[in-house]
């Protein structure tokens, strides 16, 4: 019988940005892929949300951006390196653009029944400034969030 029929997860997305917080997620993200067979889709977004200020500001250059996709390719092999220690196939995906934004397209384009992604806890100002992407992605979800400390 497959594990996946019945199954209330059929495919789970782990949103990465590589930080501690993120492999923690991730591990939650695996273990459940494990007991549920669900595939896992690992994702890491190339933020582009204060890269117009950055640009007139810091110089934005294809330098920059080549590191952070090097980032991004660091984070997707922490989960994939998870996912193999587990059995659990994963999935990387890489997209550029507004985090939050970018969690939730993939998750509705790619049928996810599940999105599992840390959260750095935010509060006071900072929060109120600029808001949290796990924020964000939770109140904007049309399927549920697992949002680790």
């Given amino acids: 019988m497959d594990r996946t029929e019945g199954s209330l997860f059929k495919r789970i997305l782990v949103?990465?940005?590589?930080?501690?917080?993120a492999i923690r997620a991730a591990s939650y993200g695996?273990?459940?892929a494990k007991a549920t067979g669900a595939e896992v889709h690992a994702l890491y977004v190339i933020s582009t949300q204060h890269a117009v200020t950055t640009r007139t500001v810091m110089g934005w250059s294809e330098a920059f951006e080549e590191y952070l996709a090097n980032k991004g390719g660091?984070?997707?092999g922490d989960v994939k390196k998870l996912g193999e220690e587990a059995g659990v196939k994963v999935e990387p995906a890489f997209l550029k653009g507004i985090p939050a934004d970018k969690i939730l397209e993939y998750a509705e384009e790619s049928n996810i029944d599940l999105i599992v992604m840390g959260t750095h806890g935010l509060t006071g100002i900072k929060k109120f400034l600029i808001g949290s992407v796990a924020e964000k992605v939770v109140r904007?979800?049309?399927?549920?969030v697992m949002v680790i400390r």
Avoid at 140 to 144: A, G, K, T, W
């Fill in 15 to 21: 949103a990465t940005d590589g930080s501690e917080n």
């Fill in 30 to 32: 695996i273990n459940i």
């Fill in 74 to 76: 660091a984070a997707i």
């Fill in 140 to 144: 904007h979800s049309r399927v549920p």
